[in-house]
Nanobody, 117 residues
Framework: QVQLVESGGGSVQAGDSLRLSCAVS??????YAWFRQREFVASTSWGG???DYADSVKGRFTISRDNASNTVYLQMNSLKPEDTGVYYC?????????????????WGQGTPVNVSS
């Protein structure tokens, strides 16, 4: 059974940092991404060498993956109130990296992030 389990969300002040984790079990995937609700945030291809970011988070967020532990991370620095939302981890069997919701096969349950000013 495939499971993606996010953790690390919470309530912080503007300027703070959070690191989200996504523990993947059941199978390995080729591409992973983070979405805020259905809005693309960041993605990484197999191996983690190729990444993509929404313009709104470039320079502040970093997506990474640890293939040994099957965990995907989203390091979020310099958080802003507009970063508030529920963050979902998504996984795709396709090769490459994608910004579209419909190209991802499996999703986690989401972890909430609230950034206050």
């Amino acid at each position: 059974q495939v499971q993606l389990v996010e953790s690390g969300g919470g309530s912080v002040q503007a300027g703070d940092s959070l690191r989200l984790s996504c523990a993947v079990s059941g199978r390995s995937f080729n591409a992973y991404a983070w979405f805020r609700q259905r809005e693309f945030v960041a993605s990484t291809s197999w191996g983690g060498a190729s990444t993509d970011y929404a313009d709104s988070v470039k320079g502040r967020f970093t997506i990474s993956r640890d293939n040994a532990s099957n965990t995907v991370y989203l390091q979020m620095n310099s958080l802003k109130p507009e970063d508030t939302g529920v963050y979902y981890c998504a996984a795709s069997r396709r090769m490459g990296r994608f910004t579209r919701v419909d190209l991802y096969d499996s999703w986690g349950q989401g972890t909430p992030v609230n950034v206050s000013s």
